[in-house]
């Protein structure tokens, strides 16, 4: 595949953006395929990277997570500060959902080898598999936020904002204590002689972070990729007369009924999915020459699969997000929703390698 | 590209979708234009995020 023909159409959608729906919009179109390159160029997976972590005690893709994370709350935090009507922190509340939620999450994505964004990126480079999964996730997805409000009366508390709690300096040294913890932890289960440094994850950890901020300031709004795609089908839900958003607590929302009622080009969290994609698929077209041809998927393979990919979806709109949404997202931005979502989804993804070996993806 | 009958259809299928979302909905506003820059101007984030309940 030619690269200029890809570039000249992502080039005229920009232009598109600007004069048919706004500046912002193109602006965060743009990100979008910042976010895309480096996820593609680098092969930045959060799940390879807690895959490798667990099952080699390669601590390189965690750690570089967590330097993405400290960038990203080092400039987040004092901006949420700074900013506080402006800026909004990715705030979910500490419930049951999520507790179930993050769980299942992390065990889904080590089965369909890719999160939020590692679906995404791969889908837009041509993955059999993550394309396969891309609208079974959104139908997830979908189906989640119209059941959250079932799952909330199992049990929920108010969001904890660590900035508007604590103020921007102790927030950001609570954070800060955290990811240590984390990081000590992935050393030691390591061991000493462990390879801990990919220059090619710092750098994209480095590039992600810039880009996570970049959103925040542009959008008011942390990145986030799984609202995008529940939103998508709940478009087509209701066209099809199957859904009633009206009578529906999450989609009967102000924010949400004008979602579903504009065009996904105003939504900020498809506009950068859609970037994502196509930034991938850029990536994608210069690497395709090169990459080697992998052993097409047994039957049983596709369906576990798409199994996975329809729980990563309902998963994580219980768990207020995913990878992007929860981790990234909610802990650069303060929310303590983010500090239990990574340990849950660690036990589940503790499972789900042990659920992939055992169907020998 | 691994799979280029998958492929093609998941492209065709994603901008299919998305011009007939754009054909469907409600005219954009361009008068309404939201800021550039959320930071300094002085508005609420108003769209919808995945940690949000509402």
Known sequence: MKRFPLAAVMAAFFVFLVWFVSLRQAVLFLIGIGMGSVL???????????????????????????????????????LLAAYPTDLGAALGPPSISLLVGAFIFGASMQVADGCGSGTLYK????????????????????????????????????????????????????????????????????????????RKLFIGAALLAVLAVLNLVVAGQPWGVVYGFGLWFGKIATAAGVFDPATNP?????????????????????????????????????????????????????????????????SSRLAFGCNIGAMVSGISTGSLHGWIWVPMAFLGSLIGVRVRRHFQF | MKNPILFIAFWIALLGFFAWDWVGSDPVNVHLEPPLIAAGSGRAPSGGHCASTF
């Open chain 1, 123 to 198: 889908a837009g480079m041509g993955v059999p598999l993550n394309m396969a999964i891309l609208p079974v996730f959104a139908f997830g997805s979908f189906l989640g936020s119209a059941q959250l409000d079932q799952w909330l009366q199992l049990g929920a508390i108010k969001p904890v904002g660590l900035v508007a709690e604590y103020g921007p300096l102790p927030a950001f040294l609570l954070t800060l204590a955290g990811l240590a913890v984390f990081a000590i932890a992935a050393m030691a289960w390591a061991g000493k002689s462990a390879r801990w440094f990919d």
């Open chain 1, 40 to 78: 593609a160029g680098a092969r930045f997976g959060f799940t390879t990277g807690w895959r490798r972590l667990i099952e080699h005690r390669d601590p390189s893709g965690v750690l570089a997570q967590l330097f993405l994370l400290v960038l990203a709350a080092a400039v987040s935090i004092p």
């Open chain 1, 250 to 314: 999450f989609w009967s929302q102000p924010v949400n009924m004008a979602n579903l009622s504009q065009s996904v080009f105003m939504d900020v969290t498809s506009i950068t999915n859609i970037g994502i994609l196509a930034g991938a698929l850029y990536i994608a077209a210069r690497k395709s020459s090169s990459s080697k041809a992998s052993t097409p998927l047994t039957s049983t393979q596709w369906i576990i699969g798409i199994v996975a990919g329809f729980l990563l979806g309902y």
